[in-house]
């Protein structure tokens, strides 16, 4: 929005709210420029190139002090707005890792297939796994395009294959994803009612598990964040079991309005908060942000009652100049809600306003 139209909008707010007290607060946020870092030096060349090839030149600092905290083996939340590129910071280690093992000098016995490291990624809905799969898609076809380019022979290209699974997903897919997949994709609710109780299926993507992405881990509360948390002691508990001395997963979480980061990921995976390391200074860019807080309008302004007088009974109705008769704008916590228009109704006419100034 050019800074003219914007001085034009909060001019309106300010002349339509500020008479009868609708605009509560008005708040400005100047612009932000991106803070970039170098690419960690662990990080696979290839997949690198990859990801500049999708126009990610340089990685945001958030995004490498998330990804170094995850591929040193610490359990890490990433708090930081939405669109600042969290995902990057869980695939940069993980597709870093299952590409190592594809490398030359690395074991390329058929028994070195099952020890591939994996990656299992969680969200709360279907439609965000769909999201990470056609991005893990374009990236890795991106891999793929630089090592042909390279003269790499296709059956030499190294690579990394992703799989959604969920309630949906045919079976024949499935059996694929178990007998293939270094990246699994899936929900909660996946996990618990069919990889975990059919775990001796899933031997292979558990006994080489190495990254536990937990997309959105702020909407994980009440009785579900309770039933996830302890689906996720069974994971965890399950890889513990199946690999007692190598080392265990590590758990990375993005969110983008925890308040207290650290602890709520603690909590859901059963750590001590000091386990975890949050990483939530944003250097992504951000543009001038206006937030107004807007209160609906009085429905009858004379016939509110004094705070703290409560509400007049049903044949008592102040008038004008009554005692009981408060200003418009008081917006006391006390009053009746039924006093103001509701928020539909507010809002319809805000809309109004705005678009007859265009």
Not at 111 to 130: C, E, N, Q, V
Not at 244 to 250: E, L
């Amino acid at each position: 929005m050019a800074d003219g139209t914007r001085r034009d909008l909060t001019g309106l707010l300010e002349s339509i709210g500020g008479r009868d007290g609708r605009l509560v607060h008005l708040q400005r946020t100047p612009a932000r420029p991106g803070r970039h870092a170098d690419w960690p030096d662990w990080a696979d060349p290839d997949l690198v190139a990859a990801y500049r090839r999708l126009g990610v030149e340089r990685p945001w600092t958030h995004q490498v002090a998330a990804a170094h905290s995850a591929h040193a083996g610490r359990h890490t939340v990433l708090a930081t707005g939405t669109g600042s590129g969290k995902s990057l910071a869980a695939w940069l280690p993980a597709l870093s890792d299952v590409l190592a093992a594809q490398s030359p000098g690395a074991d390329s016995r058929i028994s070195a297939h099952t020890r591939r490291p994996t990656t299992l990624y969680l969200s709360p809905t279907k439609a965000l796994a769909a999201d990470q799969a056609a991005a893990l898609a374009r990236l890795v076809g991106e891999l793929e395009a630089i090592q042909r380019e390279a003269g790499t022979p296709a059956g030499s290209l190294r690579t990394v294959r992703a799989g959604t699974c969920d309630g949906d997903t045919p079976l024949p897919e499935r059996d694929w994803v178990r007998a293939h997949a270094d990246v699994v994709l899936t929900n909660p609710d996946f996990l618990h009612f069919s990889l975990l109780p059919g775990h001796e299926r899933w031997s292979r993507l558990l006994r080489g598990l190495r990254y536990i992405v937990i997309d959105e881990c702020h909407a994980y509360r009440g009785i579900l964040g309770a039933h996830v948390a302890l689906v996720l002691r069974r994971l965890l508990r399950l890889v513990a079991r199946l690999r007692p001395r190598g080392p265990q997963p590590v758990v990375l979480c993005a969110s983008a309005t925890a308040a207290e980061p650290a602890l709520t990921a603690a909590r859901l995976i059963g750590v001590e908060p000091d386990d975890v390391v949050a990483v939530t200074d944003d250097a992504a860019p951000a543009g001038e942000r206006t937030l107004a807080l807007w209160q609906p309008a009085l429905r009858d302004p004379w016939v509110l009652p004094t705070p703290g007088e409560g509400v007049p009974a049903p044949d008592v109705e102040p008038v004008q100049n009554s005692p009981q008769a408060v200003e418009p704008d008081s917006g006391d916590p006390g009053e009746d809600p039924s006093a103001r228009r509701s928020a539909v109704v507010e809002a319809a006419e805000l809309l109004v306003d705005l678009l007859s100034v265009g």
